[in-house]
């Protein structure tokens, strides 16, 4: 089938991105050329911005398109608490909740014993770094409720006792919402063994 | 066709946005592949279930492509393995190495019991450094390789200094050394434990204590060994190593 070659070389350009197989990044592309050309350039040069001027933040390698980021630069945040996270995405999720007001370090991945990733491809020689300064007297270890997560945690928690930091986990248990009698055995477990005085 | 199967996860892989494709090894299918709709979503029941090590009933309904997990029952979470990072890793090597030792869908009744003894050692306290050769040696023999240990490899003979010859697949008596100039030099106390725990079952082992020189050598031979007949990479055995590495300097 006779396909123009600069629809081929679209086709596939999209169907390097993650769940976009041959049929829907064919969809995708002609869906493209009808597009308004002005349209089309935004879309290009938003794609082209957030390859070419976003960066880690030189203080908690969060993605940025400053030197710092907005959270680090903000004189108003806790600089005694540091929220580490395993992924940019995890930063958004925390500030939904609007009830955290410290500063965050973002691992970038976490520990997998099964995939091989060893602490050495995460940012932790930055996390270190930020130690020394004396101000910060909490971790909070905000890494995902999974093995990787659990691994990185128990990793973090390890190399950082020698600190004299506070390291806390943020709690497990029930979702709000969620309903007492469907819930697994290990969820249960860990919200009886996280329960706090009303 | 809804079927309940008994099994352990040995893996999970992402897919899309909240799925995960996870890996069961059980007693009547061996390993399988399942797609667990919405795992990852905070109130699905199948997140605690799908992760690895993890012991339960799973409900699944299979056609002619891969099953769904339908519904899963935790019998063990083995939750206290994963608490201990260098339990998980050891752990993680055995079940990387047991998938990459066993084909899809062949019934692996002896390793499932295999694997589940040795959560449940590991659990209890038992040496990783042997429950691993242990678990290498009886998977390196259901999958077709088993080292000569009860006697030299090419003249039975079992007196003198021994070594062991992994191109010639066991112990070598001192007299035939020179059948292999890259034989691994090893103590007879070495050459004992490893005959042992070719020969012990899993549910007979009990605290075993061997020295910390001779775990190495073992460690050295069956290394070697499952190199030159396996020629697995394993990305677990390499994370493995590098944690025993800095929390070995550290501990030591």
């Not at chain 1, 999720?93 to 014993?113: D, F, N, Q």
């Not at chain 1, 309903?179 to 919200?191: C, R, S």
């Not at chain 2, 009886?138 to 007196?159: I, Q």
């Amino acid at each position: 089938m006779y396909i123009p070659d600069p629809i081929s070389k679209l086709i596939d350009g999209f169907m390097r991105l993650p769940g976009i197989g041959p049929k829907t990044a064919q969809r995708l592309s002609f869906y493209v050329l009808s597009m308004e050309e002005e349209d089309v350039m935004e879309l290009a040069k938003a794609l082209v911005r957030a390859k070419r001027d976003l960066q880690r933040c030189e203080e908690c390698s969060n993605i940025t398109d400053q030197k710092r980021c907005r959270v680090c630069g903000d004189k108003g945040r806790d600089r005694s608490v540091i929220c580490v996270v395993q992924d940019p995405r995890d930063v958004i999720a925390m500030e939904r909740t609007k009830e955290y007001h410290g500063l965050y370090h973002v691992l970038h991945g976490a520990i997998s014993p099964m995939e091989g990733i060893g602490p050495d491809e995460l940012s932790i020689p930055d996390l270190l770094k930020r130690l020394e300064d004396e101000t910060v007297q909490e971790l909070i270890l905000a890494t995902n409720p999974n093995i990787e997560g659990e691994a990185t945690a128990m990793y973090l928690q390890r190399l950082i006792k020698p600190f004299g930091i506070k390291v806390t986990r943020i709690a497990h248990g029930l979702p709000v919402g969620g309903d007492l009698e469907y819930a697994d055995e290990v969820t249960l477990t860990k919200a009886m063994e996280g329960r706090r005085e009303l | 066709m809804l079927t309940k199967i008994e099994g352990v996860v040995l893996r999970t892989r992402d897919y899309g946005e909240s799925n995960k494709i996870v890996t069961i090894f059980s007693r009547e299918q061996g390993k399988f592949a399942a797609m667990a709709r919405g795992a990852k979503k905070p109130k699905s029941r199948l997140g605690a279930a799908t992760q690895p090590f993890t012991l339960g009933f799973f409900l699944c309904f299979s056609s002619s492509g891969m099953a769904t997990l339908s519904q899963a029952e935790i019998i063990e979470s083995n939750i206290h393995v994963r608490s201990d990072l260098l339990h998980t890793a050891y752990a993680a090597y055995w079940v990387e190495y047991l998938d990459k030792l066993t084909e899809e869908k062949v019934p692996a009744p002896f390793l499932f019991d295999l694997l589940l003894s040795m959560l449940n050692w590991l659990e209890q306290g038992l040496d990783p450094e042997i429950l691993s050769r242990i678990f290498e040696l009886k998977v390196l023999e259901t999958a077709g390789y088993r080292p000569r240990l009860d006697g030299c490899v090419n003249c039975w003979r079992t007196e003198g200094p021994l070594a062991f010859s992994v191109s010639m697949g066991g112990i070598l008596c001192h007299h035939c050394f020179n059948r292999d100039p890259q034989r691994i030099p090893i103590t007879p106390a070495a050459a004992h434990v490893l005959k042992q725990l070719q020969r012990v079952t899993p549910d007979r082992l009990g605290q075993v204590n061997v020295k910390k020189e001779t775990l190495l050598i073992l460690e050295q031979v069956m290394r070697r060994f499952n190199d030159e007949y396996t020629g697995l990479f394993l990305k677990s055995r390499n994370f493995l190593d590098q944690l025993k590495r800095d929390w070995g300097n550290e501990e030591g």
